[in-house]
């Protein structure tokens, strides 16, 4: 690796020291230490927001091509390191190489989207009228706090950091306390890039660091991606101050249905994916199966159970694995318990979980439970679990993938091109394929969706929606004498 890693903070541009009480983050491959640092004290977090407040008025005012010539050495820096950036998202988080290498790809396509995006979404408009002309610019909100998840901690964190800079917001950022190292290694190329001094800004550590985020007076506007749970309370710390911009991404219990389909091998294969790609780490995951009673299930329940038992559970660095461990024995020991739940609530286990001990921890294989007619909880399981549901007609079928809280993603395979465009316009989630997996999203659209799954600040494309303010004005060349309208 061609950047070192301290285990340092990032403040008003310079690498420093955290708290002498430190933590670290674990290779849940191997077990072994990946990296040690530092968490930020109470007064580095409140420095961080000081010195990116500092930052703010000038990085704002900064023209467009100045801000953009900063991204574009951040695209070249990403492209130059990728391989680096792989191996240390693979061994943080137990993706598979080739998984975390579409991951740092992506850190690079990130500049352009967001640069197309702030001129299409939030750029400028003038129009000619009977008094000179009215115009549309957009003005930055101030200082955006970014907290990472572990499942992308690269893609998910940039994918917000780089709009909230083109748009002249400058930026604290804390990954998530699972992966460090990739969050450090992230920053460190923000900062080869030239951005000025605490335009963006790094703080580590866990819930106390998270905490202190939330109340800096400094703050205005927070970019979350995380937990329902963890979503749900920023969202009511902030209520009665609609002056925080809030952007909340926390999931979804996904549904993907089949219906009507000959195709009973490809329609599974596209189970699969959706279901155990990233070892089902993805928010964009499908959660819930719903298929017809009857034979038809029968033959899709035969190929599933074989597909699932084919899978191979490895190491990140392994050419024959399809999955990796999940991002920590913790995180597999919650998996399983939530299985445990189901079971207790009456599912029925097509096939089990299980923790391949001789691997770690942390490697956890695929399970498939049965829940047709469970009351169980609408949740959703970060892990490698899909529940089945079996319905008796289309119409079921439709109630029971909207039988959910949440709206982040859905799916449906079928032959049958009038099933599509009427789940289409019944389904309620902002993701919504067809005959492709759940966890297929473009970067030149929108990601994200309704209920509980955000609140209403989609991501991708349109976070630059989120990432400035309209300002409309009435321009004149010159001001004129308009006589105040009275009675005649």
């Given at each position: 690796m061609t950047l070192s890693l301290t285990g340092?903070?990032?403040?008003?541009?310079?690498?420093?020291?955290?708290?002498?009480?430190?933590?670290?983050?674990?290779?849940?491959?191997?077990?072994?230490?990946?990296?040690?640092?530092?968490?930020?004290?109470g007064a580095q977090v409140k420095a961080a927001f000081e010195a990116a407040h500092e930052a703010f008025p000038a990085w704002s005012l900064t023209p467009l091509e100045a801000r953009m010539a900063c991204a574009l050495r951040f695209k070249d820096l990403a492209i130059k390191h990728r391989a680096d950036m792989a191996e240390m998202i693979s061994r943080e988080t137990g993706k598979l190489f080739w998984d975390?290498?579409?991951?740092?790809?992506?850190?690079?396509?990130?500049?352009?989207?967001?640069?197309?995006?702030?001129?299409?979404?939030?750029?400028?408009?003038?129009?000619?009228?009977?008094?000179?002309?009215?115009?549309?610019?957009?003005?930055?909100?101030?200082?955006?706090?970014?907290?990472?998840?572990?499942?992308?901690?690269?893609?998910?964190?940039?994918?917000?950091i780089i709009p909230s800079l083109?748009?002249?917001?400058?930026?604290?950022?804390?990954?998530?306390?699972?992966?460090?190292?990739?969050?450090?290694?992230?920053?460190?190329?923000?900062?080869?890039?030239?951005?000025?001094?605490?335009?963006?800004?790094?703080?580590?550590?866990?819930?106390?660091?998270?905490?202190?985020?939330l109340d800096d007076p400094n703050l205005d506007g927070l970019l979350f991606t995380g937990s329902p749970n963890t979503g749900a309370f920023i969202h009511k710390h902030f209520g009665g101050r609609p002056n925080i911009i809030l952007a909340l991404e926390m999931g979804g219990n996904n549904p993907l249905v089949i219906w009507d389909t000959v195709r009973i091998k490809e329609a599974v294969s596209l189970v699969v994916q959706s279901a155990f790609i990233t070892s089902g780490q993805r928010?964009?995951?499908?959660?819930?199966?719903?298929?017809?009673?009857?034979?038809?299930?029968?033959?899709?329940?035969?190929?599933?159970?074989?597909?699932?038992?084919?899978?191979?559970?490895?190491?990140?660095?392994?050419?024959?694995?399809?999955?990796?461990?999940?991002?920590?024995?913790?995180?597999a020991g919650h998996v399983m318990k939530a299985v445990d739940g189901l079971i207790r609530k009456g599912g029925k286990a097509l096939i089990s979980p299980e923790i391949d001990a001789a691997q770690g921890a942390a490697f956890l294989r695929p399970s498939l439970i049965d829940v047709t007619g469970c009351d169980v909880p609408d949740a959703e399981i970060f892990g490698p679990v899909l529940q089945l549901i079996r319905v008796d007609d289309w119409n079921a079928a439709i109630t029971q993938a909207n039988n959910t809280?949440?709206?982040?993603?859905?799916?449906?395979?079928?032959?049958?091109?009038?099933?599509?465009?009427?789940?289409?316009?019944?389904?309620?989630?902002?993701?919504?394929?067809?005959?492709?997996?759940?966890?297929?999203?473009?970067?030149?659209?929108?990601?994200?969706?309704?209920?509980?799954?955000?609140?209403?600040?989609?991501?991708?494309?349109?976070?630059?929606?989120?990432?400035?303010?309209?300002?409309?004005?009435?321009?004149?060349?010159?001001?004129e004498f308009i006589p105040l309208a009275g009675p005649k």
């Open positions: 340092q903070v990032f403040i008003g541009g310079e690498w420093l020291g955290g708290k002498a009480d430190g933590f670290n983050s674990v290779n849940p491959s191997d077990e072994s230490v990946l990296w040690e640092g530092a968490a930020a004290s975390a290498n579409g991951e740092a790809g992506a850190l690079s396509a990130k500049v352009d989207i967001s640069h197309d995006s702030y001129l299409d979404r939030t750029g400028e408009n003038h129009k000619d009228v009977a008094f000179g002309r009215a115009e549309l610019h957009h003005r930055a909100h101030g200082v955006m706090a970014v907290l990472g998840p572990y499942n992308f901690p690269a893609h998910l964190p940039n994918g917000q083109i748009a002249g917001n400058t930026v604290v950022f804390k990954p998530s306390e699972q992966t460090p190292a990739v969050g450090e290694l992230l920053m460190r190329l923000y900062a080869q890039a030239g951005f000025p001094a605490g335009v963006v800004n790094l703080v580590q550590g866990a819930r106390d660091v998270g905490a202190a985020i928010c964009s995951c499908s959660r819930r199966l719903i298929i017809p009673n009857g034979p038809k299930g029968e033959a899709i329940i035969t190929e599933l159970k074989s597909q699932i038992s084919a899978l191979n559970v490895g190491p990140w660095q392994s050419k024959t694995a399809n999955i990796g461990p999940v991002v920590s024995g913790d995180v809280r949440y709206g982040l993603a859905a799916g449906l395979i079928s032959d049958d091109k009038s099933l599509w465009d009427n789940f289409r316009q019944r389904v309620r989630a902002g993701v919504v394929n067809f005959n492709r997996p759940t966890t297929g999203a473009a970067s030149f659209l929108p990601f994200g969706g309704p209920g509980m799954s955000g609140n209403h600040n989609p991501g991708a494309y349109y976070a630059a929606d989120f990432c400035a303010w309209p300002m409309a004005s009435q321009v004149a060349e010159q001001p």
